[in-house]
Protein backbone atom coordinates (compact mmCIF):
# COMPACT_ATOMS: atom_id res chain seq x y z
CA UNK A 1 0.00 0.00 0.00
CA UNK A 2 1.24 3.56 -0.45
CA UNK A 3 3.26 5.20 2.03
CA UNK A 4 2.23 8.18 3.86
CA UNK A 5 4.10 10.70 1.39
CA UNK A 6 3.52 9.67 -1.97
CA UNK A 7 -0.27 9.48 -0.67
CA UNK A 8 -0.32 13.08 -0.07
CA UNK A 9 2.00 13.41 -3.31
CA UNK A 10 -0.47 11.62 -5.41
CA UNK A 11 -3.95 13.96 -4.22
CA UNK A 12 -1.27 16.82 -4.29
CA UNK A 13 -1.10 16.12 -7.70
CA UNK A 14 -4.55 16.06 -8.32
CA UNK A 15 -5.83 19.07 -6.38
CA UNK A 16 -2.77 21.11 -7.87
CA UNK A 17 -1.55 20.22 -11.21
CA UNK A 18 2.21 20.92 -11.31
CA UNK A 19 3.20 23.55 -13.58
CA UNK A 20 4.02 22.30 -16.75
CA UNK A 21 6.81 24.38 -18.27
CA UNK A 22 8.37 22.71 -21.82
CA UNK A 23 11.52 23.02 -22.86
CA UNK A 24 11.30 25.83 -25.37
CA UNK A 25 13.16 23.48 -27.73
CA UNK A 26 12.80 19.80 -28.02
CA UNK A 27 14.38 18.28 -30.73
CA UNK A 28 14.08 14.10 -30.96
CA UNK A 29 16.15 11.80 -33.02
CA UNK A 30 15.92 15.11 -36.14
CA UNK A 31 17.73 14.10 -39.55
CA UNK A 32 17.26 16.69 -43.03
CA UNK A 33 18.33 14.93 -45.89
CA UNK A 34 18.75 16.66 -49.01
CA UNK A 35 17.68 14.54 -52.12
CA UNK A 36 20.63 15.66 -54.83
CA UNK A 37 22.05 14.52 -56.83
CA UNK A 38 24.06 13.78 -54.95
CA UNK A 39 22.07 12.75 -51.72
CA UNK A 40 23.48 14.81 -48.81
CA UNK A 41 22.63 13.71 -44.74
CA UNK A 42 23.04 17.40 -43.80
CA UNK A 43 21.68 16.03 -40.26
CA UNK A 44 22.23 13.02 -38.82
CA UNK A 45 19.64 11.82 -35.40
CA UNK A 46 20.19 15.06 -33.59
CA UNK A 47 18.23 15.40 -30.35
CA UNK A 48 18.57 19.16 -28.28
CA UNK A 49 16.80 20.42 -25.13
CA UNK A 50 17.40 24.00 -24.88
CA UNK A 51 15.32 25.36 -21.52
CA UNK A 52 13.60 28.50 -20.48
CA UNK A 53 16.62 31.38 -19.99
CA UNK A 54 19.48 29.32 -21.37
CA UNK A 55 22.11 30.34 -23.47
CA UNK A 56 23.77 28.16 -25.53
CA UNK A 57 26.02 27.93 -28.31
CA UNK A 58 26.46 25.72 -31.19
CA UNK A 59 29.80 26.10 -32.87
CA UNK A 60 31.42 24.56 -36.18
CA UNK A 61 32.86 24.78 -39.26
CA UNK A 62 31.84 25.16 -42.81
CA UNK A 63 29.41 23.08 -43.96
CA UNK A 64 29.27 20.87 -41.03
CA UNK A 65 25.33 21.86 -40.80
CA UNK A 66 24.88 24.99 -38.89
CA UNK A 67 22.46 26.52 -41.36
CA UNK A 68 20.53 23.68 -41.79
CA UNK A 69 20.02 23.31 -38.10
CA UNK A 70 19.60 27.06 -37.96
CA UNK A 71 16.50 26.48 -40.53
CA UNK A 72 14.74 23.86 -38.81
CA UNK A 73 14.57 25.39 -35.16
CA UNK A 74 13.90 28.83 -36.54
CA UNK A 75 11.14 26.95 -38.69
CA UNK A 76 12.24 28.33 -42.06
CA UNK A 77 12.87 24.45 -43.02
CA UNK A 78 11.23 21.03 -41.39
CA UNK A 79 13.07 18.00 -40.68
CA UNK A 80 13.04 14.83 -42.67
CA UNK A 81 12.23 12.60 -39.65
CA UNK A 82 12.02 13.04 -36.30
CA UNK A 83 10.22 15.60 -34.28
CA UNK A 84 10.53 19.17 -33.06
CA UNK A 85 8.26 20.49 -30.19
CA UNK A 86 8.59 24.22 -29.60
CA UNK A 87 7.67 25.72 -26.43
CA UNK A 88 5.40 22.73 -26.17
CA UNK A 89 4.16 22.57 -29.68
CA UNK A 90 4.63 19.56 -32.30
CA UNK A 91 5.89 21.65 -35.19
CA UNK A 92 7.36 18.89 -37.11
CA UNK A 93 4.64 18.25 -39.31
CA UNK A 94 3.21 21.94 -39.74
CA UNK A 95 2.53 23.89 -43.21
CA UNK A 96 5.09 26.64 -44.30
CA UNK A 97 1.70 28.99 -43.72
CA UNK A 98 1.77 27.54 -39.79
CA UNK A 99 5.40 27.53 -39.45
CA UNK A 100 5.21 31.36 -40.56
CA UNK A 101 2.51 32.65 -38.27
CA UNK A 102 4.26 30.54 -35.37
CA UNK A 103 7.81 32.21 -36.29
CA UNK A 104 6.32 35.57 -35.78
CA UNK A 105 5.27 35.08 -32.29
CA UNK A 106 8.05 32.73 -31.14
CA UNK A 107 10.74 33.25 -32.30
CA UNK A 108 13.22 36.36 -32.86
CA UNK A 109 16.37 36.14 -35.60
CA UNK A 110 19.50 38.15 -36.20
CA UNK A 111 21.48 37.40 -39.30
CA UNK A 112 24.66 37.87 -39.78
CA UNK A 113 24.29 40.50 -42.93
CA UNK A 114 21.61 42.71 -40.48
CA UNK A 115 19.19 42.36 -43.14
CA UNK A 116 17.66 46.18 -42.15
CA UNK A 117 15.62 47.84 -45.08
CA UNK A 118 17.80 50.62 -45.90
CA UNK A 119 15.72 53.16 -46.71
CA UNK A 120 13.42 53.34 -43.65
CA UNK A 121 14.50 54.69 -40.17
CA UNK A 122 15.76 52.43 -37.21
CA UNK A 123 12.24 53.52 -35.91
CA UNK A 124 10.52 51.85 -38.92
CA UNK A 125 12.69 48.92 -38.95
CA UNK A 126 12.00 47.70 -35.40
CA UNK A 127 8.01 48.98 -35.62
CA UNK A 128 7.37 46.82 -38.85
CA UNK A 129 8.63 43.50 -36.80
CA UNK A 130 5.38 44.59 -34.45
CA UNK A 131 3.00 44.64 -37.54
CA UNK A 132 0.94 41.60 -36.35
CA UNK A 133 0.56 42.40 -32.97
CA UNK A 134 -3.06 42.78 -32.10
CA UNK A 135 -2.80 45.92 -30.38
CA UNK A 136 -2.83 49.55 -31.26
CA UNK A 137 -0.23 51.86 -33.50
CA UNK A 138 0.24 53.40 -30.26
CA UNK A 139 1.25 50.49 -28.32
CA UNK A 140 3.24 49.19 -31.08
CA UNK A 141 5.39 52.65 -30.97
CA UNK A 142 5.91 52.05 -27.19
CA UNK A 143 7.13 48.24 -27.50
CA UNK A 144 10.12 50.02 -30.64
CA UNK A 145 10.98 52.68 -27.99
CA UNK A 146 10.99 49.94 -25.25
CA UNK A 147 13.29 47.97 -27.72
CA UNK A 148 15.74 50.51 -29.06
CA UNK A 149 16.23 51.84 -25.12
CA UNK A 150 16.71 48.33 -24.03
CA UNK A 151 19.97 48.13 -26.86
CA UNK A 152 21.05 52.04 -26.05
CA UNK A 153 19.72 53.19 -29.71
CA UNK A 154 16.90 55.86 -28.39
CA UNK A 155 19.00 58.27 -29.87
CA UNK A 156 18.97 56.86 -33.21
CA UNK A 157 15.22 56.88 -33.83
CA UNK A 158 15.02 58.58 -36.93
CA UNK A 159 18.80 57.82 -38.39
CA UNK A 160 18.68 55.42 -41.35
CA UNK A 161 21.25 52.04 -40.87
CA UNK A 162 22.87 53.22 -43.50
CA UNK A 163 24.26 56.16 -41.26
CA UNK A 164 25.17 53.61 -38.28
CA UNK A 165 28.05 51.89 -37.49
CA UNK A 166 28.04 48.05 -37.64
CA UNK A 167 27.58 46.87 -34.10
CA UNK A 168 24.80 49.60 -34.02
CA UNK A 169 23.41 48.11 -36.95
CA UNK A 170 23.44 44.66 -35.48
CA UNK A 171 21.68 46.24 -32.20
CA UNK A 172 18.76 47.61 -34.44
CA UNK A 173 18.43 44.20 -35.42
CA UNK A 174 18.52 42.82 -32.18
CA UNK A 175 15.76 45.51 -30.86
CA UNK A 176 13.91 44.17 -33.88
CA UNK A 177 13.98 40.59 -32.88
CA UNK A 178 12.96 41.20 -29.58
CA UNK A 179 10.00 43.00 -29.56
CA UNK A 180 7.85 41.38 -30.45
CA UNK A 181 9.00 39.39 -26.71
CA UNK A 182 10.15 36.05 -28.44
CA UNK A 183 10.23 32.91 -26.74
CA UNK A 184 13.39 31.86 -28.51
CA UNK A 185 16.17 34.55 -29.86
CA UNK A 186 18.16 32.59 -32.47
CA UNK A 187 21.15 34.19 -34.31
CA UNK A 188 22.82 32.90 -37.27
CA UNK A 189 27.09 34.38 -36.95
CA UNK A 190 25.89 37.76 -35.41
CA UNK A 191 29.39 39.18 -35.03
CA UNK A 192 30.57 38.18 -38.30
CA UNK A 193 30.36 41.54 -40.36
CA UNK A 194 31.74 43.01 -37.15
CA UNK A 195 35.34 43.62 -35.66
CA UNK A 196 36.27 42.71 -31.92
CA UNK A 197 35.10 45.72 -30.87
CA UNK A 198 32.03 45.95 -32.02
CA UNK A 199 31.37 42.27 -31.59
CA UNK A 200 31.84 42.97 -28.07
CA UNK A 201 28.93 45.51 -28.45
CA UNK A 202 26.79 42.73 -29.59
CA UNK A 203 28.04 40.42 -27.22
CA UNK A 204 27.70 41.96 -24.25
CA UNK A 205 23.94 42.74 -25.26
CA UNK A 206 23.65 39.18 -25.48
CA UNK A 207 24.77 38.38 -22.03
CA UNK A 208 22.31 41.76 -20.53
CA UNK A 209 19.24 40.07 -22.51
CA UNK A 210 19.90 36.59 -20.93
CA UNK A 211 20.36 38.00 -17.56
CA UNK A 212 16.75 39.49 -18.18
CA UNK A 213 15.87 35.86 -18.81
CA UNK A 214 15.43 35.88 -22.49
CA UNK A 215 16.55 32.41 -24.40
CA UNK A 216 19.12 32.70 -26.48
CA UNK A 217 20.85 30.23 -29.08
CA UNK A 218 23.86 31.42 -31.27
CA UNK A 219 25.39 29.36 -34.20
CA UNK A 220 28.81 30.68 -34.77
CA UNK A 221 32.06 29.22 -36.61
CA UNK A 222 33.89 31.30 -33.67
CA UNK A 223 35.19 29.71 -30.76
CA UNK A 224 35.46 32.75 -28.61
CA UNK A 225 31.95 33.62 -29.67
CA UNK A 226 30.61 30.69 -28.42
CA UNK A 227 32.33 30.70 -25.18
CA UNK A 228 30.51 33.93 -23.86
CA UNK A 229 27.28 30.98 -24.15
CA UNK A 230 26.28 29.35 -20.58
CA UNK A 231 26.45 26.05 -22.32
CA UNK A 232 27.95 25.09 -25.41
CA UNK A 233 27.39 22.47 -28.19
CA UNK A 234 29.68 21.50 -31.06
CA UNK A 235 28.48 20.15 -34.46
CA UNK A 236 30.69 18.25 -36.74
CA UNK A 237 29.40 16.81 -40.29
CA UNK A 238 25.67 16.45 -38.68
CA UNK A 239 26.19 15.42 -35.25
CA UNK A 240 26.12 17.47 -32.03
CA UNK A 241 28.41 16.95 -28.98
CA UNK A 242 27.93 18.62 -25.85
CA UNK A 243 30.69 20.52 -24.39
CA UNK A 244 32.39 21.23 -21.65
CA UNK A 245 32.24 24.67 -19.89
P1 LIG B 1 27.08 25.36 -42.47
O1 LIG B 1 25.98 26.35 -42.27
O2 LIG B 1 27.63 24.81 -41.20
O3 LIG B 1 28.17 25.90 -43.34
P2 LIG B 1 25.08 23.91 -44.02
O4 LIG B 1 24.01 23.55 -43.06
O5 LIG B 1 24.85 25.07 -44.91
O6 LIG B 1 26.48 24.09 -43.23
O7 LIG B 1 25.39 22.64 -44.94
C1 LIG B 1 25.59 21.33 -44.41
C2 LIG B 1 25.69 20.33 -45.56
O8 LIG B 1 24.43 20.22 -46.21
C3 LIG B 1 26.68 20.73 -46.63
O9 LIG B 1 27.27 19.55 -47.11
C4 LIG B 1 25.81 21.37 -47.69
O10 LIG B 1 26.37 21.25 -48.96
C5 LIG B 1 24.53 20.56 -47.58
N1 LIG B 1 23.34 21.34 -47.95
C6 LIG B 1 22.84 22.41 -47.28
N2 LIG B 1 21.72 22.88 -47.88
C7 LIG B 1 21.51 22.09 -48.96
C8 LIG B 1 20.51 22.05 -50.00
N3 LIG B 1 19.49 22.91 -50.03
N4 LIG B 1 20.63 21.09 -50.95
C9 LIG B 1 21.63 20.19 -50.94
N5 LIG B 1 22.62 20.17 -49.98
C10 LIG B 1 22.55 21.09 -49.02
MG1 LIG C 1 25.92 28.38 -42.77
Not at 52 to 63: A, C, D, F, K, N
Not at 125 to 145: F, Q
Not at 191 to 210: I, M, P, Q, R, Y
Request: proline share 8%; glycine share 8%; charged share 25%.
Amino acid sequence: EPDGDEQAAWEGAESNPPVVDPPVVDLVEVTRSFPGPPPVTALHPTSLRVHRGEYLSIVGPSGSGKSTLLNLLGLLDRPSTGEYWLDGQPVHRTTERDRTMLRGGLIGFVFQSFHLLPHRTVLENVLLSTMYAPVPRRERLRRTYDALCRVGLEHRLDFKPTTLSGGERQRVAVARAVVTSPQLLLADEPTGNLDSATSEEVLSLFDELHADGLTLLVITHDDEVARRAQRRVRITDGRLTELER
